[in-house]
């Protein structure tokens, strides 16, 4: 493997923000002296889940509308971690905002970075079971849609003309290597 060194800092400078977005230049200068100007999301250390919902032999997934594509999306529940909180209470919470479910059993399957290039942020992927009918208010500003899916067919949801989420084609391959693994040893 190669060692390489990593590229010195020269500066950093805010030059845009929204109500979501800090976005910086970085003046960086490469081992072999070349100088580049990139630009990223201000990091932070606010993580996000991301919940595979298992309720008897099905995936549980919601169509939530995606305003950057300009149309529903399939996929699974997600949101933020608020301050305070574990990876388990907001995946616990975020389950019962966004599909009226709590669960007893969850369990991280991983963490993911998301365009590392441009974001520090790190989406948690966790399986939810044991669940139980809970619900709590979200921020969503319409009801979100429920789709059941069967685990038997899990994968043919790759070719769902609505499921085209980089962070929800990830999970269904953890969550295929989860259950795949948890029915082996049955």
Avoid: C
Avoid at 99 to 116: V, W
Avoid at 136 to 153: K, N
């Amino acid at each position: 493997m190669i060692d390489l060194k990593k590229p010195k800092i020269l500066n950093v400078n805010d030059i845009a923000h929204s109500s979501l977005f800090n976005i910086q230049s970085v003046d960086l200068e490469f081992s072999n002296g070349i100088k580049r100007v990139y630009e990223r999301m201000k990091p932070t250390n606010r993580e996000a889940v991301l919940i595979i919902p298992v309720i008897g032999d099905e995936l549980l997934l919601i169509r939530e509308y995606a305003v950057a594509i300009e149309q529903y999306e399939l996929g699974f529940p997600k949101g933020a971690i608020d301050a305070g909180e574990s990876i388990l209470e907001a995946a616990n919470r975020e389950l019962k905002e966004e599909i009226g479910f709590g669960a007893r059993k969850l369990e991280l399957l991983t963490k993911l970075t998301m365009a590392p290039s441009y974001f520090s942020s790190k989406m948690n992927i966790l399986i939810a079971q044991d669940l139980y009918p809970e619900h709590l208010e979200g921020d969503e500003p319409e009801p979100l849609v429920q789709v059941r899916w069967p685990i038997s067919d899990m994968m043919s949801l790759l070719e769902h003309p609505d499921f085209n989420e980089a962070r929800n084609v990830s999970a269904l391959f953890f969550a295929q290597r989860y259950l795949h693994t948890k029915n082996s040893r049955k």
